[in-house]
Structures are given as structure tokens and as C-alpha cells.
């Protein structure tokens, strides 16, 4: 399947905004969304955007029976660690159930992720964080799979963190577009 | 004791470091501090920052043994909710042991949430460790939630009436 993952624009909100909700009811907390499109579209792309967000796009051929194109997506914005300096925190990550799993460690989620650590590799950030519910084991073992640590199980939280040969790794994975 | 909180500049970051320093020989991660003076002024002192940072200064005559006036900071930026938008995180927030006690902490803190309520944000979270039980109930004290417990993160969180009293400096009851 061809995707591609490029930076949203402001016409893309209203697709973040639907994969938003989505996220959220597949969290069981529907009812905890309460900005509009209309909000990311002022927050993500004003002088001083609060965020930043990859989208992930598939050819025409691909659409959704209701006609989506773009069917994933990455918000994150850059964060400060006082002992290890610049850092990046992934606020969602989320690609529409049918397109996933196609292809473990390749596909759309792995793309979309890579694309964020690269992001951090060129801003010269040393981390990358990420918070993930307890009971979300299919996104656990995503994510441990690509060598993140979960602080939660060591240290009393759950956060988890990409950093030295895990996160070059997986900045090594993006795609070349 | 008289104090003011007010917002850094390049040249408190001398003693933004010391305390940096401090906070985490507090935590016994000493080691882990992988920044230099250099790094914060870089980082919270460029065109985008990455930080912000606002300091507690007592006057001369309250100065430390060491002669230090800066007693307290706290270190912040904006964050992001998908579900909530605008946020602000608090980072770090620490006051010098000996000056503890005297309600900068909660300044400090307040200051935050004033910032970040005049940028349009409507929450301030922050994170504690587990077994750091002074800090835990001084913040659960404020009107804090344990974003962990109820939802199975360790996140602290300020919002809506506890935020607004937070900002305001209302007195505890």
C-alpha cells in the first residue's frame, strides 16, 4: 500500500480533528474532546505554534469507503528536560484500525513515529516521550518493539521515552519522501 | 519574609544551574544533570525557546550563607492537549531548603498558572516521583489531581476552580 507522511497544513485540521475523536473513543473518553478543528487550526499553525503534527496520506486508489485520504497522524511540540536539555513529547499517535498491522515495523505507525525522531534528531532533541495507557497492550508492544523503556514499571510512572541507539534507530526507519 | 517572583533573564541562569544542581542532588540523580549553564542560555534565551523560567529573589538582607538572593525557580513551557488544546507544564519547581516554608513555592507555582491562564491555557501539569511523599502532599494539597491513579499516569495536573485559586493566591484553608 503506498502512504506517505508529510507536515499537516491548516486544511488537514479537520481530518486531525476526526482521528482526534477516533483516538479518544478507542480510549474509552469520548466525551474528554473538547476542541474543534478550528482551535488546531489557530494553536498548530499561528506564529508560535503551541504544536506540531505529521499526517499520513494514501493514494487515491486507498480511500476510505467514506473517502479519507489521510488516515493517520503525529502530534507532538518540543519540551525541556532540566538534565538533559531539549526534548520532544508525542502528544498522539494514531492510524485508522483498518490501515494497520499491513506490515509490522514498516507500516503507517512506524512511519509516522520514525518521521517524529527525525524530527528530533535534526532539532538536536535528546528525547522523545510518549505517554501510553496501562491496559493499551497492543500499543505497549508497539512500542517496546522499538526499543522504548517504560519509567512507569522502574521508576513509578508510565511515560515512555526514546533515546540514544533506540531512537537513531528508528529515525534510521523514515521514509525518504 | 520578603520576596519577589519574577520572570529570568539571561543572567539568572547561573543560579537557575546551582539550583538545577540542587533539585537534583534532592532527587539523588546528580549524575544524570547532562546540561551545561551554556544549554540553558541557549535553550530559554533564543528566539523559540524552549523554556521559560521565572525566579523567587530575596532582598540583601535575607541572602543565603553563600550569599545567594535567588532562592527559588521554576522552570516551564506550553504544551499541547489534543482533547483540552493549550496547556503549560511545569517542569521543575524548587525552592532552597532553608527558605522553605515561607509560601514561595506556592508563588512560584501561582505565577505559573497566572502566565499560563492570561496565554489561554487551561491546564498546568507536572510530574513528581512516586516516593517523593513531602512534595506529593504539598501538591495534592493545592487542589491537584493524580492524573496516574485516576487514569494510570503519574501526571499532576491543576485545572478549572483549583487553577483560577492557584492564579489568584488564594489563602489555604
Not at chain 1, 513529547?89 to 483498518?98: I, Q, R, S
Not at chain 2, 551545561?36 to 521565572?54: C, H, M, T, V, W
Not at chain 2, 501561582?110 to 499560563?116: D, F, R, T
Request: proline share 3%; aromatic share 12%.
Amino acid at each position: 500500500m503506498d502512504f506517505m507522511i508529510r507536515a499537516a497544513t491548516p486544511e488537514d485540521c479537520k481530518d486531525i480533528s476526526r482521528m482526534i475523536m477516533e483516538l479518544a473513543v478507542y480510549e474509552n473518553m469520548p466525551d474528554q474532546v473538547k476542541i474543534s478543528h478550528e482551535v488546531l487550526e489557530q494553536d498548530g499553525f499561528c506564529k508560535n505554534p503551541f504544536f506540531h503534527c505529521l499526517v499520513a496520506e494514501v493514494a487515491e486508489q486507498y480511500r476510505t469507503t467514506e473517502g479519507y485520504t489521510v488516515i493517520g497522524y503525529a502530534l507532538f511540540f518540543y519540551t525541556y528536560s532540566t538534565w538533559k536539555g531539549r526534548s520532544v513529547y508525542m502528544e498522539d499517535l494514531y492510524v485508522m484500525p483498518e490501515f494497520r498491522g499491513e506490515f509490522p515495523g514498516k507500516g503507517v505507525g512506524t512511519a509516522l513515529m520514525s518521521k517524529v525522531a527525525q524530527v528530533c534528531k535534526e532539532q538536536q532533541c535528546v528525547r522523545l516521550q510518549f505517554s501510553v495507557l496501562n491496559w493499551n497492550t497492543p500499543s505497549l508492544d508497539f512500542y517496546k518493539a522499538k526499543g522504548a523503556q517504560d519509567l512507569t514499571d522502574s521508576e513509578g510512572w508510565h511515560v515512555l521515552r526514546f533515546d540514544g541507539e533506540a531512537l537513531d534507530k528508528l529515525a534510521q526507519m523514515a521514509p525518504k519522501n | 519574609m520578603v520576596y519577589t517572583i519574577r520572570v529570568a533573564t539571561l543572567e539568572d541562569c547561573k543560579d537557575i544551574y546551582r539550583m538545577i544542581m540542587e533539585l537534583a542532588k534532592h532527587e539523588k540523580v546528580s549524575d544524570q544533570v547532562k546540561i551545561a549553564q551554556r544549554d540553558l542560555e541557549q535553550d530559554g534565551f533564543s528566539k523559540n525557546p524552549f523554556f521559560q523560567s521565572i525566579i523567587a529573589e530575596v532582598p540583601e538582607q535575607h541572602r543565603s550563607k553563600d550569599g545567594h538572593s535567588k532562592v527559588g525557580y521554576a522552570l516551564y513551557f506550553f504544551a499541547y492537549s489534543s482533547w483540552k488544546g493549550r496547556s503549560v507544564y511545569m517542569e521543575d519547581l524548587y525552592v532552597m531548603p532553608e527558605y522553605r516554608g515561607k509560601g514561595i513555592g506556592k508563588a512560584l507555582m501561582s505565577k505559573i498558572a497566572q502566565l499560563g491562564l492570561a496565554a489561554g491555557c487551561n491546564q498546568l501539569n507536572f510530574a513528581v516521583l512516586n516516593w517523593n511523599k513531602e512534595s506529593m502532599d504539598f501538591y495534592l494539597s493545592q487542589g491537584c489531581w493524580d492524573v496516574t491513579t485516576g487514569l494510570d499516569y503519574h501526571c499532576m495536573r491543576c485545572e478549572g476552580p483549583a487553577l483560577e485559586a492557584l492564579a489568584r493566591g488564594d489563602p489555604k484553608n
